[in-house]
């Protein structure tokens, strides 16, 4: 069974400032997936990685994901009060077909 | 294009009453997923369709919880009778089954409270 485990659970910090997220995966996941949740809202898909070694970035946001180690990371560079929001991630076991696994998701603060 | 589509956004009911949730999914798109949002957690998986096919339902508790889609398109999820642990958000997702990235898109969900 897949079990994804992120670190920090909530993270309070202040704009400008660095910060990473980690995700730890317990057995083989073929993808890693990045989801970000506001209030009340459903969740806006960040990124997809597949491969090991996979970078991906958006604006202020980098994934990437070492298949190696069963860890994946979101790096955010120069926060700014918008990212504020819960962050996500899910792996996905191959022989699960489809089925997501999600972490305990990250809330992330951005203080002025 | 339309995103996942649900309704009602908010139901409250009392316990041992019915419910059900409608989703209509991106047009295309032929794999459908339900996923329940417990308060502070990740989603979890209820159901998955592909087509009209259900290929996992090993989590949906299948005593109270019920799910269709009709000619592979749009969905229903059903409890009866409902229980106050049921409160949750209840998400609908699609996704395309030969996309590659398999990016999954996520409904804005179904607020359900039971008292």
């Known amino acids: 069974e897949l079990k994804v485990e992120q670190n920090p659970l909530f993270l309070s910090m202040q704009e400008g400032k660095n910060y990473t997220i980690y995700c730890n995966y317990s057995?083989?996941?073929?993808?890693l997936y990045w989801y970000r949740q506001d209030p009340g809202k459903s969740l806006e898909s960040l990124f997809v990685?597949?491969?090991?070694?996979a970078v991906k970035q958006e604006g202020r946001l980098m994934a990437s994901l070492d298949t190696k180690a069963r860890l994946s990371t979101l790096h955010i560079t120069a926060a700014v009060h918008d990212l504020s929001a819960t962050y996500f991630c899910?792996?996905?076991?191959?022989?699960?077909?489809?089925?997501?696994?999600f972490g305990e998701g990250t809330q992330l603060t951005v203080n002025p | 294009e339309a995103g996942v589509v649900q309704s009602p956004r908010y139901k409250i009911i009392e316990k041992k009453q019915p419910v059900a949730f409608w989703c209509n999914p991106i047009s295309g798109h032929n794999t459908l997923y339900w996923y329940r949002q417990n308060l502070g957690q990740g989603p979890e998986l209820l159901i998955r369709?592909?087509?009209?096919?259900?290929?996992?339902d090993s989590q949906l508790p299948k005593d109270r919880f019920s799910a269709e889609r009709l000619k592979g398109v749009d969905s229903t999820l059903k409890i009866q009778p409902a229980e106050l642990g049921d409160s949750a958000v209840y998400l609908c997702?699609?996704?395309?089954?030969?996309?590659?990235?398999?990016?999954?898109?996520f409904g804005e969900g179904s607020w359900l409270t039971v008292v």
């Open positions: 369709y592909e087509n009209e096919e259900a290929v996992d």
């Open positions: 997702a699609s996704s395309l089954l030969r996309d590659s990235g398999n990016t999954i898109y």
């Open positions: 057995t083989t996941s073929d993808r």
């Open positions: 899910a792996g996905r076991r191959k022989t699960s077909g489809s089925r997501l696994t």
């Open positions: 990685l597949l491969s090991n070694g």
